[in-house]
């Protein structure tokens, strides 16, 4: 049963019926969808989630499906790793890694958005799927729309890695590539949108799909015992999940299912792409969009983020800060993280935990407190970024002396 | 100077239902003011108490977004295309 009571402009607040529509038709603010909390309050526990099944599913009354979920019913309930030897190695001695690098069924954070934009869609009755994307959320409509049994047409900026387009074809997605960045990319799609009837999943399908992205913040809060961490470091790039993490945290207070929140939220961006850390450092409110992004992080390349301006809020609200790291950087805290703790991210994971590296040494963040890594991607998407990094595997004979050779030169094992 | 000028779904009804219309003027801010002798009220749905552009909405002139050019300033000549777009989430 749903409890939703439609949507609202998060600026004016004018209440807009349950409908494929995104902006306020008033002052152009973003609709969200409006809860009925005070019945929430009644049937949401603990135990009413803890007793559903080990997906992003189990918060199904805090989604803003109408229906049962139509696709990705796998998707969610991914591993917060508890990052001892990554923690030692920086100074942080309760961190945790929320690892949506292995997520159903494409490897990102996206599966979750995803999933609720094309059951709302369905919903709704359209039948073709349309985004513009960086790349992991084009796979994971790709992917959800072939399970739907759907069309799709799907939008990319051009220069994206192999992983990412192979990952969107594969599923017999439309895949049009954009001479021009993602900015160029949102601006076509919003006029694409306007003279075809299409579920654009980050368009008019946008108040839902954000939602989408709370579960991700439920699960930190419910995997942590339920409880909000001190500190969360977020990837920024659009600035919707760091905004729904944190409201995330501030429902399941409402509800009473944690007794408090006082987690500082932190953005974090590459230096190459960094509107809202920027301002953030400046103390701005106003987002200087940057004209041609330029970093290894592409999935996070956004010059012109739409809710910046929330982002931005955010950080400042929560006591938190924004912080971005240069693409060596990234590169290094990638392999810290494989290194230390074996999971292997995507650059926008790179920037995550480099960016908490640095947050780290600055005393930010404490070395006493519970901080959470935000790990969004998957790092076998993004192999271009690391060509070169490292030496090709020596190539022997299949004989004995040859191994013993390389092994007396070079090996430690 | 006449522009084309392109309007988002939500400001059609002010249009006649039309996503495209001519406008007259030498700078965007003319162009807004002209669109508002056209069409009563959408200056406002456009622009602030202030009269600049509201924080959700970006303007952009043959495909560029005037905070790269000189803003509401930025001059136009004819035949050149202007889209009014809500600003949109995408990414991470």
């Keep these: 049963m749903s409890h939703v009571k439609g949507l609202i402009c998060k600026e004016c607040k004018r209440e807009y019926a349950e409908e494929p529509i995104h902006v306020c038709e008033f002052c152009f603010g973003p609709l969200e969808v409006n809860y009925d909390y005070e019945a929430l309050k009644k049937i949401v526990t603990r135990k009413s989630i803890e007793s559903g099944p080990p997906s992003m599913w189990r918060y199904e009354a805090l989604l803003p499906l109408d229906e049962p979920p139509k696709v990705g019913l796998h998707t969610g309930f991914t591993p917060l790793v508890r990052a001892k030897n990554l923690g030692k190695a920086i100074g942080l001695n309760h961190l945790y890694l929320k690892n949506d690098s292995v997520n159903h069924p494409t490897f990102s954070f996206k599966d979750r958005v995803v999933s609720v934009a094309i059951s709302k869609a369905i919903e709704f009755g359209f039948d073709t799927i349309s985004c513009a994307s960086t790349g992991n959320l084009a796979n994971s409509v790709a992917a959800q729309t072939a399970e739907a049994g759907l069309k799709s047409c799907i939008f990319i900026p051009d220069g994206l890695e192999a992983g990412k387009i192979i990952g969107t074809l594969i599923y017999g997605a439309q895949l049009i590539s954009i001479r021009g960045s993602y900015d160029d990319v949102n601006r076509l799609c919003s006029e694409i949108g306007a003279k075809h009837n299409w579920a654009f999943v980050n368009i008019n399908i946008r108040p839902y799909y954000g939602d989408g992205s709370k579960s991700y913040g439920y699960e930190i809060a419910e995997q942590l015992g339920w409880k909000t961490p001190d500190n969360v470091v977020v990837p920024v790039a659009g600035s919707s999940l760091i905004t729904k993490i944190w409201k995330a945290f501030h429902e399941f207070k409402m509800l009473g299912l944690v007794d408090k929140v006082q987690t500082k939220v932190f953005a974090a961006q590459a230096t190459g792409c960094s509107p809202v850390t920027t301002a953030i450092k400046n103390g701005s409110e106003n987002i200087i969009p940057v004209k041609k992004p330029n970093t290894i992080a592409k999935s996070i390349a956004i010059g012109n983020p739409a809710d910046g301006y929330y982002g931005i809020k955010t950080a400042s609200i929560s006591g938190g800060y924004g912080e971005d790291v240069s693409d060596e950087e990234i590169i290094s805290a990638m392999e810290l993280l494989a290194k230390t703790e074996g999971v292997f991210t995507e650059t926008a994971g790179g920037v995550t935990v480099g960016v908490t590296k640095k947050l780290a040494q600055q005393g930010r963040i404490k070395p006493d407190e519970v901080t959470v890594i935000c790990i969004t991607g998957n790092g076998l998407k993004t192999q271009e970024a690391l060509t070169n990094c490292f030496p090709a595997p020596t190539v022997i004979d299949p004989k004995i002396d040859s191994f013993e050779e390389v092994f007396a030169n070079s090996l430690t094992v | ?92």
């Design chain 2, 1 to 92: 100077m006449s522009v084309k000028v392109r309007v988002p779904t939500p400001l059609m009804k002010l249009t006649n239902n039309q996503s495209e219309v001519t406008a007259e003027g030498t700078t965007i801010s003319e162009i807004l003011n002209n669109l508002e002798s056209q069409f009563a009220g959408i200056k406002d749905r456009i622009c602030d108490e202030n009269g600049t552009p509201r924080r959700f909405i970006n303007i952009y002139l043959n495909e560029e977004d005037i905070r790269f050019l000189d803003g509401e300033s930025t001059a136009v000549k004819d035949g050149d295309e202007i889209s009014i777009i809500p600003a949109i989430a995408g990414g991470a």
